[in-house]
């Protein structure tokens, strides 16, 4: 009698926990977030390598560009060479200590993966596009000698080290402030910045250029998607445990966050398209952007910033069909295979 009450005691305290609760919990009997768990399962079904996307079919196409669409390209990869360590860094240093779960480090564990092989994924690409040895350094170096890259780069450092010496979470300040490091990377980082460069592979695209960046970016964009929706998970999670957290001060706050992000990645727009890209204007750009933030509000809860329309049929139209085959060719020929849904519409 006296083992099943303290075993009944043991699974009540256990079930007090909240999911910000200083600690490291290793119980995953009885399991308390089984949702992500959920999550970490069909990352594992989305499985894909490098070696599977051929680049090669691009260096064709990278002869027919004009300069304003070359230093538009070499932007987004010098762009790309950095963001996801970025992202990597702050999951490392940050979120896998603060989220008390052992199925949600379970994900984080699997995201971590997953943005190693991209950063893999944009190595082979800067390998492919840039045969020059000086300007591959350059831009593996673009937070330090591009300003438009260094400006997103700062703002991504600042919330990063604005929580890095938290330790535990105890008051609930504390969890305010990591409550804002998570939505700086999940609503802003990759759900914007990401979202920007992906809607310069797909306008390139939509005209029939660079298919082996996209076949890669529409992979790319699956994981990115994913690792967006655990975050708003957990969020989420944290909003039904503990609501009084989620106050005006932090709603403005998100607020101010999402409108420099919308900001910074306005003179990344200025850079990829100061030199006259035809078919793709910095005023459209801006308000796709805008348009992404307002996503990003609504899914915090949040009253939309701008109330823009999305300007890129592309981004609605583009992909679909790739997509879908792509997910019935893999199902076919490998034995991983991938399920689950992809909202383009609810994402971009």
Known sequence: MTTNLTLQTNIADHERHALLDPGMDLTLRPMRYPHFFERFKAAIRNTWTVEEVDLHSDLADLRKLSPAEHHLVKRLVAFFATGDTIVANNLVLNLYQHINSPEARLYLSRQLFEEAVHVQFYLALLDTYITDERE??????????????????????RWIDSIFDLRELRTAADRRSFLLNLICFAACIEGLFFYGAFAYVYFLRSRGLLNGLASGTNWVFRDESMHMAF?????????????????????????????????????????LLGQGVPGMSLADMRSYLEHVADRRCVQLGLEPIYGSPNPFTFMELQDVQELSNFFERRVAAYQIGVSGEVAFDEEF
């Not at 591959?136 to 700062?154: G, L, Q, T």
């Not at 989620?246 to 003179?267: G, H, I, K, P, Y």
């Open 231 to 271: 975050a708003f998970d957990v969020i989420d999670t944290v909003r039904r445990e503990e609501p009084e957290l989620f106050d005006d001060e932090l709603a403005r706050q998100a607020r101010e966050m999402l409108a420099e992000a919308v900001d910074c990645e306005t003179q990344f727009a200025e850079d």
């Open 136 to 157: 591959r350094a350059e831009a593996f170096a673009a937070i330090e000698n591009i300003p438009s890259i260094k400006r997103k780069a700062d703002f991504c450092f």
